[in-house]
């Protein structure tokens, strides 16, 4: 930074983020690299430099600012508007505290080369409760789903180029041998691990961190052959539907999604909801919070991927109205929540095969 005369005032970089952590306070901003560890006082500082404080000090604090400015969380008064660089000017400081938290995790695990730090944590993550890999049933009334394999000939190279998202469905119903086949693939273990003191571990066709699985799907029938309409949890093990709100349907669905429409006319839609303590049991660190929703992308794409294999099409968005969905759902808050929305049916396309929403160049752009 620019050398300042003694009698200059400094000002708080903006914005400036101060969290609270296990380690103590942090400040950090999105114009800085740096997140510096600090004392009650030199926040106090920072708070003060809203207003200014002189760049010399003032005696006792000479110390603390010098540094505070050398790292850049101190700035004259003509620096202090200066935008955030891109992205974090748009996605705001929230954004940022999640970023800053989630990098250089140490990795611990069976290929660890810190066995002594491996062995203290296995330890730490034994002395707990080990959560349930599945949810526990709230009734005994489950609608049991045909264990079928429906037809899937189209070639794989045709699935990676017919995967499309497909906002415009039929009014059409699906079959409930391709419903259930979407939920088996999607949702359900195709096999078991003996993985010692973590316990039996489910493996899915979705790649999950840790194989801790923590997602589970929450089914709205709409237009499916032999199933009555309403909302329903899907039971990965028994493969069946608890019936959780008969009368919710697409009414719901299209409110909670914002109104885009991707529920108007398909045969069915899920919320997927993260069961964040089957993550955390083993993953301390905030950086799981963060693998979480890489994992449920990981179920999304399998979503979209089999609907195709399976000649529908499916759409998904994560614009949901969170806190309502939780209640819908009846999620225990806040350690389960809401993650993503999942539409399905049979798609209507174009004369070129394409969705609907898709609109070929006629032309070449303006630019690319």
Known sequence: MTDTPGGELLFVVDPLVIESTADGLVVSSPRLRTRLHVEPRVVELLLAARDGVPA?????????????ARDGFLV??????????????????????????????????SRSDDREHLAEVLAE?????RPSAVRAPRSDRVLLLPRVRTRMDAPYRDVLELRRTHRDFADEPITLDAFSDMLHYCFAPLRFADAGPMGVLQLRAAASGGARHETEAFVFALNVTGVRPGLYHYDPVRHGLEPVAPDAGRADLEHLTYRQGFFQHAAFGVLTAAVAHRMSWKYRHPRAYKLLLQNVGHVAQVFSMTATALGLGAALTGA??????????????????????LACGVPLRGPDGMPLSVRTP???PPSF
């Open 320 to 341: 949901i109205r969170d806190s309502e969905a939780d209640g819908l759902l009846g999620l225990d808050q806040p350690a389960e929540f809401t993650t993503f929305a």
């Open 56 to 68: 010399d000090g003032g005696g006792a604090a000479a110390g603390a600012v010098a540094r505070l």
């Open 362 to 364: 006629q032309e070449p």
């Open 125 to 129: 993550i034994e002395s707990r409760p």
């Open 76 to 109: 004259p008064k003509e620096d202090t508007a200066a935008a955030p660089g891109i992205p974090w000017d748009a996605w705001g400081v929230t954004a940022w505290s999640l970023h800053s938290q989630t990098r250089d995790t140490p990795f611990v695990g």
